[in-house]
């Protein structure tokens, strides 16, 4: 009996051992997506290239993560899953690795697009991979503390590329996301134990869902508008905080700390909405999160208020984010491989577009373009879930 009860100890230790591990990979996968955020003018100075254009390299990431991510997850559904994971967290290291020396522009998009489709396949199965190894009872305690890799990608990563990048250069930044990134390969090949796939579904039955399932329809429609929103404005928070508050390197990375610390109060203030009731969770965070774009078109200015509205709509996103998570999940609980397959799809794909349009807009029409593309596009998700039966 004291064997058993050592053995179960050790399993459940080591267990959240790897559910450390599997965040830590979430935050490398998410800070190598969206680092190009805060690096977009020195990266467009140093390339000569536009601004616009340089956000092409979260366009093309965007891209293969949301297209690749239901055909790879299916044709690897009989490998197990720490040994697919290591695989990606190889190809991110590799990956950050071939940006940093990259003597052109076309080798690092090339380069993104292969590490999207490595960032796209974890998003699909690390949640979960992380419900698996700890106790049942704890699944849900254990998927939060792998999406708790958003925020701390957000306050930490992110802002911290952008130091890096004001002490040296944005390579340095990528050489240093190359050598966390194989820190992190090596802690999940000792934590996370041999999972064999036992979930992951044909790719036939994965893009069948939404079209038997058309409350899972809805709740992908309502994501894609979402992401457009939220990512066509602040791809290029950077530039528009440069023109409109003259901001500098530091202000830029106090900015985007500050919008990720009002992330993980917007996703703990959502821990407790999403129970009660999913849907109004959602028009709550989306509705602070057009609210502050809004005020920042009109008061935007100086140092204080940028400051004050990136908390509030850093807290809108965090709230906002976790409900279409609960919304996707709740859509098709038994189905739940497969519905994060569709959930990361619709949701890279639109990071992708998001970059895109914007980019187009703020190359032709103004940087204040890309944030009214923001407004327009959350709201239309608003809409959309207002008009839209509540979740059971």
């Known amino acids: 009996m004291d064997v058993t009860q050592n053995e179960r100890t050790h399993s459940t230790s080591r267990g959240w051992i790897g559910v450390a591990a599997i965040t830590a990979s979430l935050f490398v996968f998410l800070t190598t997506e969206l680092m190009p955020v805060g690096l977009l003018t020195p990266l467009s100075d140093s390339l000569g290239i536009s601004v616009g254009t340089a956000g092409l ?5 965007g891209i293969s993560a949301g297209l690749g991510v239901p055909f790879i997850v299916a044709w690897t559904r009989r490998v197990n899953r720490r040994a697919l994971l290591a695989t990606l967290l190889a190809l991110l290291t590799a990956g950050n690795l071939v940006t940093a020396i990259a003597p052109n ?3 690092v998009l090339t380069t993104r697009l292969v590490m999207g489709f490595a960032s796209g396949v974890f998003w699909a199965i690390g949640v979960s ?3 698996r190894i700890v106790p049942e009872r704890h699944a849900s305690r254990a998927a939060a503390i792998v999406m708790s890799g958003i925020s701390i990608a957000t306050v930490v990563g992110i802002p911290l590329g952008t130091v890096v990048e004001s002490i040296t250069n944005w390579r340095a930044t990528f050489i240093i996301w190359a050598g966390l990134s194989a820190l992190v390969l090596v802690a999940v090949i000792a934590a996370v134990p041999s999972l064999p796939s036992d979930n992951a579904v044909p790719v036939r039955e994965v893009f069948g869902l939404p079209r038997r399932n058309t409350r ?4 992908l429609f309502i994501v894609v508008l979402f992401v457009l929103g939220h990512f066509g404005a602040y791809t290029f928070l950077r530039p528009f905080l440069e023109s409109s508050a003259s901001a500098t390197p530091t202000f830029i990375t106090v900015s985007l700390m500050i919008f990720g610390i009002g992330g993980a109060i917007g996703n703990f203030i959502a821990g407790y909405t999403v129970a009660r009731n999913v849907r109004a969770s959602f028009i709550m965070g989306g509705s602070g999160l057009v609210g502050s774009l809004l005020l920042l078109l009109v008061i935007g200015h100086g140092p204080a208020a940028p400051i004050i509205l990136l908390a509030a709509w850093g807290v809108s996103y965090g709230v906002a984010q976790l409900s279409q998570l609960t919304m996707t999940q709740a859509a098709a609980p038994d189905t739940f491989e497969a519905a994060m397959s569709l959930n990361t799809m619709a949701y890279n794909t639109s990071i992708a577009i998001a970059a895109l349009l914007a980019g187009l807009l703020v190359d032709n029409v103004g940087l204040r373009s890309g944030i009214w593309f923001g ?3 959350t709201a239309a998700a608003l809409l959309v879930t207002a008009c839209t039966r509540s979740p059971r």
């Open 129 to 131: 991979m992380a419900m």
């Open 375 to 377: 407004v327009a596009l």
């Open 57 to 61: 390299m979260v366009t093309l990431y």
């Open 216 to 219: 899972l329809r809805t709740v």
């Open 105 to 107: 522009y076309p080798l």
